[in-house]
Nanobody
Framework: QVQLVESGGGSVQAGESLRLSCLAS????????VAWFRQAPGRERAFVAGIAWRGGVTLHADPVKGRFTISRDNTKNTAFLEMDSLKPEDTAVYYC???????????????????WGRGTQVTVSS
């Protein structure tokens, strides 16, 4: 049974940093792409960042470019989202997802990921 467990969320002030982790219990984790999505109250779930199976290809959504960095450690079945210069508009539940998307368009799509964590809350106050 595949399980994804996010951790590292919390409440911070604007300008501060957080590092989210996603621990995956899945066979051949290294062969899967990993993505982070977020969902704010009353809004649809949105792509934040994705990283391909070897880690050589990463994508970041425009609102977080230059502030967030996705990475992975395949030896630990773990992916990370380093979030710097946080803004109040970053407040959301952050979800980790694992799948096999092909191409950058698919990497941004919720439909490409069959496995999801339960999410971790990030709250940024001004």
């Amino acid at each position: 049974q595949v399980q994804l467990v996010e951790s590292g969320g919390g409440s911070v002030q604007a300008g501060e940093s957080l590092r989210l982790s996603c621990l995956a219990s899945i066979s051949n984790f290294a062969l899967h792409s990993v993505a982070w999505f977020r969902q704010a109250p009353g809004r649809e779930r949105a792509f934040v960042a994705g990283i391909a199976w070897r880690g050589g290809v990463t994508l970041h959504a425009d609102p977080v470019k230059g502030r967030f960095t996705i990475s992975r450690d395949n030896t630990k079945n773990t992916a990370f989202l380093e979030m710097d210069s946080l803004k109040p508009e970053d407040t959301a539940v952050y979800y980790c997802a694992v799948g096999l998307p092909i191409g950058s368009t698919a990497m941004r799509s919720i439909k490409a990921y069959p496995f999801w964590g339960r999410g971790t809350q990030v709250t940024v106050s001004s």
